[in-house]
């Protein structure tokens, strides 16, 4: 029996990308052995590399001047590495701030050069509600680049319109909010996502760049540290993540299954009108503290009427077959992770769960 998975990250997969995985574990297209054990210089592993990066490219409808990048070291690794290739000694960035990953990601930058913040919609508590609007922010044209985070996975908030950063160059961490719904990546000049979130296991983070942003990036740093070298290697510059990419690969190949983007945004939705609806029905037992216009479709925070209450919620839940519902450590209360994998269905069953909860102790 497999529980409904309502984890942050890593988050659950589609079944069929699991199935496909397990009945090709032992022997991989006939090879004898699996995936992870072939050479990344070989044809199977090679094709497979390809495959994944030519389904991202079909899904995203992503364009000649952008390339695809498959890196390790998550998100994390990227708030200093950005920096780290596109930020001289000196020069400066704007950073839009809207959460704990913002700070995390200028904090990296801060070692680097002398960041900016261009907008912030930190309250008096140290909190997140909501995102800036493009009014409230203060850019730099002269800034290398701006950086921002497009959906914020531990308060709950998300863009629903991308900032606008004129000609400088857009810098965005996707992490949790990469291929839920169609996207023109020709507005961004590097979007990165770990895999984790919405498209795979841990392990492999994606990430799509605009060639001519990659080619302005700093020489004097090593090699291995240089966007530049991977994208001139297709990723192959050294060993990749090759099991992560197999089933990222599977997880892509389910999503075109399920009409591409179009399909995954129609799906998803749904899924945040059936928990907002229920939350925005039932405000006499539970909060929730996101600014409606900043509401987020893959991470949906509330709170019970007390913090016993909520540790009672998520004990419940799990008894009924649901997991990964307690609240990030900085925020608490409840957090609902809806990402791609989580279904129509285990939304209406969480939703049945929370009403009877609010009846039975409210
Ligand atoms: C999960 C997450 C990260 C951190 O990712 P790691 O792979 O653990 O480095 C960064 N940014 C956002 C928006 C995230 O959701």
């Known amino acids: 029996m497999r529980v409904i998975n309502f984890s942050a990250g890593p988050a659950g997969l589609p079944l069929p990308a699991l199935e496909k995985a397990r009945d090709e574990l032992l022997d991989y297209a006939g090879t004898g052995m699996s995936i992870m054990e072939q050479s990344h210089r070989d044809k199977p592993y090679e094709a497979v590399h390809r495959d994944a990066i030519e389904r991202l490219t079909r899904l995203l409808g992503i364009p000649d001047t952008h390339t695809v990048l498959f890196l390790t070291g998550g998100a994390s690794a990227q708030f200093a590495l950005i920096p780290m290739n596109f930020l001289s000694a000196g020069q400066s960035a704007d950073y839009v701030m809207t959460g704990v990953w913002s700070e995390k990601a200028l904090d990296e930058a801060k070692l680097l050069g002398t960041p900016r913040i261009?907008?912030?919609?930190?309250?008096?508590?140290g909190k997140y509600t909501r995102v800036p609007t493009q009014a409230e922010l203060q850019l730099d044209p002269g800034a290398a680049y701006v950086h921002s985070t497009s959906n914020n996975t531990i308060y709950g908030t998300q863009f629903h319109t991308m900032i606008d950063t004129g000609s400088v160059p857009h810098v965005c961490d996707m992490s949790s909010d990469f291929m839920w719904r169609p996207l023109d990546v020709r507005k961004f000049d590097f979007i990165y996502a770990g895999a984790q979130k919405n498209l795979g296991p841990s392990g492999v983070l994606v990430a799509i760049a605009r060639k001519e942003f990659l080619a302005r990036g700093r020489k004097d740093i090593p090699k291995i540290f240089r966007?530049?070298?991977?994208?001139?290697?297709?990723?192959?510059?050294?060993?990749?993540?090759?099991?992560a990419i197999y089933l990222v690969r599977n997880v892509l190949e389910w999503m075109e299954g399920q009409g591409g983007l179009p399909g995954m945004e129609k799906r998803n939705t749904r899924k945040a009108e059936l928990l907002y609806g229920a939350l925005d029905r039932l405000t006499g037992f539970y909060t929730a503290p996101v600014e409606k216009a900043s509401r987020s479709v893959m991470n949906i925070v509330f709170r019970t009427p007390s913090e016993a209450l909520d540790a009672v919620f998520v004990t419940e839940s799990k008894k009924a077959g649901m997991i990964g519902l307690k609240g990030h450590r900085t925020a608490g209360g409840i957090r609902v992770s809806a990402y791609n994998a989580v279904s129509v269905q285990d939304i209406e069953t969480l939703v049945s769960f929370m009403e009877q909860f609010a009846k039975s102790h409210g």
């Open 118 to 125: 261009a907008a912030t919609t930190v309250n008096a508590d």
């Open 227 to 243: 966007y530049a070298t991977h994208a001139e290697a297709d990723s192959l510059y050294n060993t990749p993540p090759t099991l």
